[in-house]
């Protein structure tokens, strides 16, 4: 059956006449995908064609998770090239496939005819019902594709900063509203019905107190086009409930993190709000515990694997954070002060559900006080790590925990500590930098991240150390096959099965690493420092998107697989064994560690050495 022919069975093309048909035809190209093979990414480059498929099937994903199967004569890539922006979803071959791929000119001549239009809308409603018919929480999975902006559900309410809190309320319960945003001349204000109660009647203020002494300023905004996804885990990571949104220079609205997500047991949001609002250690505790119920959630919403490891990240937060407030409620006014910093993957956000601790405090004592501002934080420490631990996360084994003296310093201290590392990283320094360079503050009024990104800055100066960070990153050999040549655990409880974690995922981190650091970059997570690396052309692009794209897929195999061990009431691990991914997602990952070896083989021709 010649092409056209082919085409007119099918919409939009069935009601196109048989010239149009023939010309359409000649525009024509046939391209041929094998089974795993990337056609289109989400939110990635916009598409050029109109894809019609010819023979096999291709998987349409959102967030991760397959949301349809397109067999012979649908078709994909129209929402994109008519908006001409990243597409919608993530396009795969589920196997061998044949498509016509229609010419941007000739497909727009066609959906721009009442029946393409017609097309259009018909098609987006069923891809829109596929995924909500496929998933439990359609918030997260359409997160990545519902504007911020269409969620909101009136203009917004404002008021002058000088305006009392008496008649703000007023205003508030008049229209029904939790918020007010005060309009600054530079910025955005934001006052809510908390803020009353925690600034104003707790602390015995007047009703004639103006807003501008209680309202947060400035308050976080975003464009209208962000992601609702993108938006959620922006309030998740601030903990704040409200969000003004822009479209240019005007506010048009406000949304609530009840308009992005409800509040179930099993959300986000509500988890964070249990431990915020937990009065003891055992509330906060109980709370926390229910992380891989969210967990679970959020993967079988499709929610893409990494904004789930921040998610967990943010929920380690939240309880550190809590436990820190009971621990200077039990020890008193601190002697000085200080900051609790997160390490290596909780630095970098990147949390697990199998994860361990790694922390350390800094300290600003005046000078000749050190030991007894000491053992106050050693105290502080303690319980905080005890807390911790009894929520599920295991002490770090190597001993990189604040309850250690070696990781209580003060500014001067640390900056000088990191300065030696660099200098000769010594057993020490060789195994701690890869946990220690990976730093952010979790609470404490003491800013230090700052004076450390400025020593970070100066590792090109210290050729031995960027060697070192180097030769880290090939300490694991990425597995290059599967069954024959596959690294699995050779015997005991995980014979068989493949360490994801440290034959895949830190591996990537350890080269995005060596990479940022190496080049005096400050960017902490492991996606932040490929971009950077290439934007400083440490690396060219083609690597960091296929290295980004192999830790997505590897995240992805590795929440999977925990979430699936803790539905089955297994405590969760990195171990995944092979024989239970399907051949598509078997196939990626071959593709993934391949991507993988290769940057290590290019990493260690320049280093001079063999490759693992």
């Not at 291709?58 to 949301?67: H, K």
């Not at 959906?111 to 918030?139: C, Y």
Request: net charge negative; with cysteine.
């Amino acid at each position: 059956m010649d092409v056209g022919r082919f085409l007119g069975r099918f919409p939009p093309f069935d009601e196109l006449p048989d010239d149009e048909l023939t010309r359409l035809a000649g525009s024509a190209e046939v391209e041929f995908f094998p089974a795993g093979a990337s056609i289109l990414e989400q939110s990635g480059k916009p598409s050029e064609f109109l894809y019609v498929v010819r023979s096999g099937a291709v998987e349409v994903r959102f967030g991760g998770r397959i949301a349809d199967l397109l067999g012979e004569g649908e078709v994909f890539g129209e929402f994109s090239l008519v908006s001409e922006r990243g597409p919608l979803a993530t396009i795969h071959a589920h196997e061998d496939t044949l498509c016509y791929a229609i010419h941007r000119d000739a497909a727009l001549e066609i959906l721009g005819t009442p029946g393409g239009m017609a097309f259009l809308v018909g098609a987006t409603g069923r891809r829109i019902r596929g995924v909500q018919e496929r998933t439990d929480a359609g918030h997260w999975a359409l997160g990545g594709l519902t504007p911020v902006s269409s969620l909101i559900a009136r203009p917004p309410v404002m008021c002058s900063p000088e305006t009392s809190v008496e008649d703000a309320a007023r205003i508030m319960a008049e229209e029904r509203v939790s918020s007010l945003l005060v309009i600054l001349p530079a910025e955005i204000g934001i006052v809510t019905d908390r803020d009353f109660r925690s600034r104003v009647l707790a602390a015995r203020r007047s009703p004639a107190t103006p807003v501008r002494e209680v309202m947060t300023s400035p308050a976080q905004s975003v464009p209208a086009d962000t992601p609702a996804a993108e938006a959620l885990l922006l309030m998740l990571e601030g903990g704040f409930h409200h969000l003004p949104v822009r479209s240019s220079d005007d506010l048009i609205g406000l949304v609530s993190s009840t308009d992005l997500m409800g509040l179930g047991r099993d959300s986000p949001f509500a988890l964070r709000t249990s431990i915020d609002r937990s009065s003891n250690g055992s509330d906060a505790l109980a709370a926390a515990r229910r992380l891989p119920e969210v967990v679970g959630a959020l993967v079988e919403a499709g929610v893409t694997a990494v904004d789930v490891g921040r998610v967990v990240s943010m929920t380690i937060d939240a309880l550190t954070d809590r436990l820190l407030v009971f621990g200077l409620e039990r020890l008193g006014q601190p002697p000085c002060p200080w900051a609790w910093l997160a390490l290596g993957s909780g630095a970098r956000r990147e949390q697990a559900l199998h994860t361990d601790q790694d922390h350390a405090l800094v300290l600003q004592p005046d000078e000749g006080d050190t030991q007894k501002v000491d053992g106050y934080f050693a105290d502080l420490a303690e319980g905080v790590t005890e807390g911790l631990e009894q929520a599920g996360l295991p002490r770090c084994n190597g001993d990189a925990m604040a309850v250690n003296v070696a990781l209580r310093r003060s500014v001067g201290g640390w900056e000088d500590r990191f300065r030696r590392w660099m200098a000769d990283p010594g057993v020490e320094g060789s195994v701690l930098t890869s946990i220690m360079f990976d730093f952010r503050r979790v609470s404490g009024p003491l800013e230090i991240e700052s004076a450390l990104n400025d020593v970070v800055a100066t590792a090109p100066s210290f050729p031995q150390f960027v060697r070192h960070l180097s030769r880290r990153a090939l300490d694991e050999r990425a597995p290059t096959g599967f069954f024959r040549d596959l690294v699995v655990e050779a015997k005991g409880e995980h014979a068989g099965a493949l360490d994801i974690k440290h034959r895949g995922i830190t591996i990537i981190g350890n080269l995005a690493r060596a990479y940022a650091v190496g080049a005096g970059l400050t960017a902490k997570s492991t996606l932040a420092r490929l971009d950077a690396a290439a934007s400083a052309r440490v690396i060219d692009d083609d690597t960091r998107r296929d290295l980004a794209e192999a830790f997505r897929l590897l995240w992805k195999v590795r929440l999977q697989h925990q979430a699936d061990q803790v539905l089955a009431g297994i405590d969760p691990d990195d171990f995944v064994n092979p024989a239970t991914i399907g051949p598509v997602a078997r196939g990626s990952l071959k593709e993934a560690f391949r991507v993988i070896r290769k940057a290590q083989e290019t990493l260690a021709a320049t280093l001079g050495v063999t490759p693992p």
